[in-house]
């Protein structure tokens, strides 16, 4: 196990590459199953999902394409809260079987998000692929249909997920270690 310094942290390996990348090749084989004869979309969330997105991609040998959106970091607050909008979404999804690959839900806020702005846009069917879930931390029902790994409620990095900033580009994941 190793150890590193990210800005005022320190994290431990949690996750090799290798356990990554053949748990999303099994994730693959399940999209290629059931999407067999059709024409996805995958709608990558920048930017953690860059990682996970090129390696799901790469294992699809379905007909399959790409896009990829943003969330607002802050647009105007209502009683409920941040209201986030989802940016760079030009692609015409009438009709389309849409896949959303995220790198990780968390409260799920941003799922439910993406799901509310997608569902007016008419595709023919939504589903969520996400690199990690964490359970412990959902804060509205969010079905996430091709979840790769299932954790507890710790901060992690690697693998294109940050801590402010840096740590997108290790290649294995780190848990935080709690001081
Ligand atoms: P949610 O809207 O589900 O609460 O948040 C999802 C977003 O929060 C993720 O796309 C990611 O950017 C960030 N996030 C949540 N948990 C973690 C974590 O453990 N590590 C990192 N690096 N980002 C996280």
Excluded at 5 to 25: N, Q, R
Excluded at 63 to 74: D, T
């Amino acid at each position: 196990m190793s150890r590193i310094k990210i800005h005022d942290k320190y994290f431990e390996t949690s996750i090799p590459h290798e356990e990554i990348v053949a748990a999303i090749k099994r994730v693959a084989a399940d999209i290629n199953k059931d999407y067999a004869g059709k024409r996805p979309i995958l709608l990558g969330v920048l930017n953690g999902c860059f990682m996970f997105a090129a390696e799901l991609m790469r294992n699809l040998e379905i007909e399959c394409e790409i896009s990829f959106v943003k969330l607002s970091s802050y647009q105007g607050t209502t009683t409920t809260g941040v209201i986030r909008e989802v940016l760079g979404l030009t692609e015409n999804l009438a009709g389309r079987d849409v896949i959303i690959v995220e790198d990780i839900v968390d409260t799920g806020l941003t799922m439910q998000r993406m799901m509310e702005s997608l569902g007016t846009r008419g595709p023919a069917s939504v589903q969520i692929a996400s690199l990690f879930v964490k359970p412990a931390r959902l804060q509205v029902p969010v079905d996430v249909k091709y979840g790769v790994f299932t954790i507890p409620d710790r901060f992690i990095v690697g693998y294109g997920l940050d801590y402010d900033g840096l740590g997108r580009n290790l290649q294995d994941v780190y848990d935080v270690v709690e001081d």
